[in-house]
T-cell receptor, first 114, second 113 residues
Framework: AQKVTQAQTEISVVEKEDVTLDCVYETRDTTYYLFWYKQPPSGELVFLIRRNSFDEQNEISGRYSWNFQKSTSSFNFTITASQVVDSAVYFCALMLLGANNLFFGTGTRLTVIP | DTGVSQDPRHKITKRGQNVTFRCDPISEHNRLYWYRQTLGQGPEFLTYFQNEAQLEKSRLLSDRFSAERPKGSFSTLEIQRTEQGDSAMYLC???????????FGSGTRLTVV
C-alpha cells in the first residue's frame, strides 16, 4: 500500500525566515513519481514540482528547493526567505509508474507572518 | 487556454437531492480526473478518464456517484440521493499523460444540509 505522511500540520514563520516542509512516503514499488502542490485560500491546487524515483538530484527553483532522499523515503521542500504570498496549504503526493491516481498527504498549512 | 474550469463553485443542497458538477479540462489534455477533498485532508482519487473512456474508479465512488465524459471533452460528476457525508470539495484535474503534473480546477464545494 502507498502512504504519504506530512507530520507537520501547521507551521508559522516570520517573513524572510527559511522553512522546510517534511514529506515521508511509503511504497514497495521501485519506480514512482513524487509531487508537491500548493493550495492557496482560493482552493485550486497549484503544481510545483515532479520528481522521478530514479533521479535523486536536488532541485532549486528561485526561492524553492527540494531534497529527495530515497534512503530515508523523504522528499522535503524548503522555502528560502519566505514571503506572505507563500501562505497556503502544501501537499506532497506520490504516483506509481503506470498508475493514474495521486496519493496525497494530509498537507501542511504554512502561515507567513509579516 | 484559461486552465481547468469547474462549475458551480459552491453548491448547497438538501439531503436526498441529486447534484451535478461540470468540469472543462484544458483542451489539449486527454486525461481527466475527479478527486474529493474533505476538510483538513488531502484530495482522494475518485475516477479517471482517458478521452471518453472511464478507465478507473475508486472504491470511494459508491453506486450513488456517476461520472461521464461524452466526446472526450468536458466531464460531469453526478451524486444521487446526497448524504451529509458527501459534503466536500470536488476537484477536477487534467493532464497530458501518465506521471505528468496535473492541472487542477478551483473545485466545487458541496454542502449537504
Amino acid at each position: 500500500a502507498q502512504k504519504v505522511t506530512q507530520a507537520q500540520t501547521e507551521i508559522s514563520v516570520v517573513e524572510k525566515e527559511d522553512v522546510t516542509l517534511d514529506c515521508v512516503y511509503e511504497t514497495r514499488d521501485t519506480t514512482y513519481y513524487l509531487f508537491w502542490y500548493k493550495q492557496p485560500p482560493s482552493g485550486e491546487l497549484v503544481f510545483l514540482i515532479r520528481r522521478n524515483s530514479f533521479d535523486e538530484q536536488n532541485e532549486i527553483s528561485g526561492r524553492y528547493s527540494w531534497n529527495f532522499q530515497k534512503s530515508t523515503s523523504s522528499f522535503n521542500f524548503t522555502i528560502t526567505a519566505s514571503q506572505v504570498v507563500d501562505s497556503a496549504v502544501y501537499f506532497c503526493a506520490l504516483m506509481l509508474l503506470g498508475a493514474n491516481n495521486l496519493f496525497f498527504g494530509t498537507g501542511t498549512r504554512l502561515t507567513v507572518i509579516p | 487556454d484559461t486552465g481547468v474550469s469547474q462549475d458551480p463553485r459552491h453548491k448547497i443542497t438538501k439531503r436526498g437531492q441529486n447534484v451535478t458538477f461540470r468540469c472543462d479540462p484544458i483542451s489539449e489534455h486527454n486525461r481527466l480526473y475527479w478527486y474529493r477533498q474533505t476538510l483538513g485532508q488531502g484530495p482522494e482519487f475518485l475516477t479517471y478518464f482517458q478521452n471518453e473512456a472511464q478507465l478507473e474508479k475508486s472504491r470511494l465512488l459508491s453506486d450513488r456517484f456517476s461520472a461521464e465524459r461524452p466526446k472526450g471533452s468536458f466531464s460531469t460528476l453526478e451524486i444521487q440521493r446526497t448524504e451529509q457525508g458527501d459534503s466536500a470539495m470536488y476537484l477536477c484535474a487534467s493532464s497530458n499523460g501518465q506521471g505528468y503534473g496535473y492541472t487542477f480546477g478551483s473545485g466545487t464545494r458541496l454542502t449537504v444540509v
